[in-house]
């Protein structure tokens, strides 16, 4: 897929300096730029790059004026980041631009289909599925019995869709994940063994939701398990039954939250962070990774550390250790007297 410093200038609105006709086929960064690749400036710190970089075109502030020769077509835009993003949705939707089905493929009779829409090979589509316009399920995908996927949403290959579950609209389910699975829900009987509890509700997922490779969504026991407008999940997080993640809130890698807790919108859940169940998290709370949430948190709270304690222990510490501040200006105080 080749594109010209022309095209590229068109779809950025950019001006361009060098060789109009100039073609790449590749992205690289600047500092590892080669013939046929595209590339852009936006951090000072690697301008002289712009000066060695192989690469056929580069991107640019418009405030930008090289003090050498350089060899690279430029394309000088308002600002070289945000430009640079915006081809790169670019080429992803060119590149993703799948329609047709592969065979062999299984899509039950019951099924519901849309337009334009893309199902590789081996893939399964079970009663009564509604798939919107323009869904692209990758090969290898489960779609259980009665799911409901929204027009321009992606499954990519291999992820597992149970039953029930509802996924809106321009949402992305990337490879492994598992939505809808039981939630780990168990009691014990008059002998002390373990029943499992039937998980009878379902998973949805709001649009504009993002979930990462490998990341598993269980399964409400009642009602839903529900992913807000916006959100975007990382790689490898497990979310129990009957969680709530509010609208465009972010979690990173390896979170764990467990049953019935609810978060609330804008927030922003750091890596290997643990929140027990049964909690309300706020609006705006910001949480440092491998942090462990145990209580409820109010609106806009940044929070950090984990209860690696015994509980008791730690509860009796934490007294001591919030005042460590003062206790360090006492002492401090004592031993200038005492010289």
Excluded: W
């Amino acid at each position: 897929m080749k594109f010209t410093a022309l095209q590229i200038a068109g779809i950025l609105e950019g001006e361009i300096v060098g060789d109009p006709e100039t073609e790449v086929s590749k992205l690289a960064k600047i500092e590892e730029g080669e013939s046929g690749s595209l590339t852009f400036l936006a951090n000072p710190k690697y301008t002289n790059y712009i000066y060695t970089t192989k690469a056929s075109i580069t991107i640019v502030n418009k405030d930008f004026e090289p003090e050498k020769t350089i060899t690279t077509t430029l394309i000088k835009v308002d600002d070289a980041y945000k430009s640079f993003s915006k081809l790169l949705e670019y080429y992803n939707q060119v590149k993703m631009n799948k329609t047709g089905i592969e065979q062999p493929v299984f899509v039950a009779d019951s099924a519901s289909v849309g337009k334009d829409i893309y199902l590789g090979a081996f893939a399964y589509i079970g009663e009564n599925v509604q798939l919107g316009d323009g869904v692209k399920i990758y090969p290898g995908v489960y779609i259980g019995d009665n799911v409901s996927i929204g027009a321009g949403s992606v499954v990519f290959a291999g992820a597992k869709i149970y039953s029930e579950t509802v996924i809106g609209k321009h949402c992305v389910v990337n490879s492994g994940c598992i939505i809808g699975a039981d939630g780990f829900g168990y009691a014990p009987d008059e002998n002390g063994a373990l029943q499992k509890v039937p998980q009878t509700g379902n998973v949805i997922l709001e649009d504009h939701v993002d979930i990462g490779a490998g990341t598993t969504i269980d399964r409400a026991t009642l009602g839903s398990t529900i992913i807000r407008k916006g959100a975007k999940l990382d790689n490898q997080i497990q979310i129990a039954h009957n969680v709530e993640i509010g609208e465009n809130t972010v979690i990173a890698a390896q979170t764990g939250i467990a049953g019935s807790t609810k978060l609330g919108r804008n927030c922003m859940i750091g890596g290997q962070v643990g929140i027990v169940g049964h909690i309300t998290i706020g609006d705006g709370v910001k949480v440092q990774a491998q942090s462990g949430i145990g209580r409820n948190v109010k609106d806009g709270e940044v929070l950090q550390g984990s209860p690696a304690l015994a509980y008791a222990a730690y509860n009796k510490s934490y007294v001591h250790f919030k005042n460590l501040g003062d206790l360090a200006n006492r002492i401090n105080q004592l031993e200038k007297k005492n010289r």
